[in-house]
């Protein structure tokens, strides 16, 4: 889990992962490589301009750590704008550490523009939480929104696609983001977003829940209904196939032309009752996932996928990827996909 999630830039000298190792007193010989350790956490308030800058005169003395609320924990602000604004000025003063400018303002703990007063070499900062995206998911996109100069929905598909992290975000996640944006991309040193305001809020970003289906292999993802009830969102992902395991998705015709019935495949007859058997359905499932043949050790018996020997599928050929899903994405689904992982990293079962 650690190395799934372990730390990446995100932005310029600004990661994301998960908490370091010392954090639980397991590293002692090694010196942190960060200036700034940012803990996402259910149990942290906004900071304020009086505490940022305490914090900023104690940089030169050694890593800091502060707190920033995690994801979920924050609703929309009913009329007081003055929690906007400190996260608005928590993000700046995140990114001129990162990006220190030889004539930056002085930071006023008073005020209302929080600036850092360092000069010299740029921060590192790390935003981190136990497994690397649940909790620190809401600071991450907020900050690359600033840093990059986007708007929320390109930033959660960016650090998906290019930076290659996962998230776990939540529905009051997206609404406070799409609050906050105009504030972010104002002030943001990357200047507004070349994106037009009327498309900051494409349709498949106010059907998305604030959760991605799981990227299990570069062509293979997991997910539920709700996320196979978005194919715009799959589209923008590089999904272009879709295999629905028992829960048959809900979409126009004009979507499924688009699609085409060759990249849809719906398995019927198979509940999650704990009855219905899904084994005779592997081959057919994996054959449409598309992958060579061979035999694999389940439970002291014998899973064989007699796929032709080619070593090759549609989603590698075109660099495409197929969602498996079910209704909830955690057990027939999830079957399919161990069976994938199995046969295309010739894997045992419980390795899988």
């Known amino acids: 889990m650690a190395a799934m999630s372990r730390a990446s830039e995100i932005s310029s000298n600004v990661w994301l992962g998960n908490t370091p190792d010392y954090f639980h007193g397991t ?8 200036d700034l350790l940012i803990e996402a956490s259910d149990m942290a308030s906004i900071p304020g301009p009086r ?73 590192k900062i790390l935003i981190h939480c136990a497994d690397g995206y649940t909790e620190s998911s809401l600071l991450a996109v907020a900050y690359f ?9 390109e930033a959660w598909l960016r650090l998906h696609c290019e930076k290659k992290r996962n998230f776990f975000a939540y529905p009051t996640d997206v609404a406070f983001l ?10 943001s040193p990357a200047g507004q977003s070349t994106v037009p305001a009327e498309m900051w809020d494409p349709n498949w970003f106010h059907a998305m829940d604030g959760s991605f289906p799981s990227r299990i292999l570069p062509y ?3 997910g539920n209904l709700t ?30 032309a688009n699609w085409g019935t060759d990249n849809l495949m719906y ?3 198979v509940q999650d009752n704990g009855i219905d058997p899904l084994c005779q359905e592997y081959d057919r499932c994996l054959e449409f996932i598309g992958k060579c043949h061979g035999y694999f050790e389940v439970d002291a018996t014998y899973m064989r996928f007699p796929f032709a020997n080619t070593g090759t599928e549609k989603g590698k050929r075109d660099g495409t ?12 689904s999830a079957s399919i996909c161990i069976a994938e992982v199995m046969a295309s990293k010739q894997l045992s079962f419980p390795r899988a």
């Open 267 to 269: 398995i019927d007859n």
């Open 51 to 123: 505490y940022l800058a305490m914090l900023d005169k104690q940089l030169d003395s050694g890593p800091q750590r502060m707190e920033f609320p995690s994801s979920g924990s924050l609703v929309l602000p009913s009329g007081n704008t003055r929690e906007v604004e400190d996260i608005v000025n928590t993000i700046r003063w995140i990114y001129y550490l990162a990006h220190p400018e030889p004539q930056s303002e002085e930071l006023e703990a008073d005020g209302d523009t929080v600036m850092t007063n360092s000069r010299g070499k740029p921060r």
């Open 27 to 34: 590293r002692t010989s090694k010196e942190e490589p960060y």
């Open 145 to 153: 929104m600033f840093a990059e100069g986007v708007p929320a929905h």
């Open 220 to 222: 293979l993802y997991l």
């Open 227 to 256: 996320h196979a009830n978005n194919p715009q969102l799959l589209w923008e992902l590089g999904i272009k196939r879709v295999l629905s395991i028992g829960e048959a998705v809900n979409w126009t015709d004009t979507d499924r």
């Open 178 to 187: 799409c609050h906050i944006q105009g504030r972010l991309l104002q002030e």
């Open 321 to 332: 990827a197929t969602l498996v899903h079910c209704r909830v994405g955690v057990s027939r």
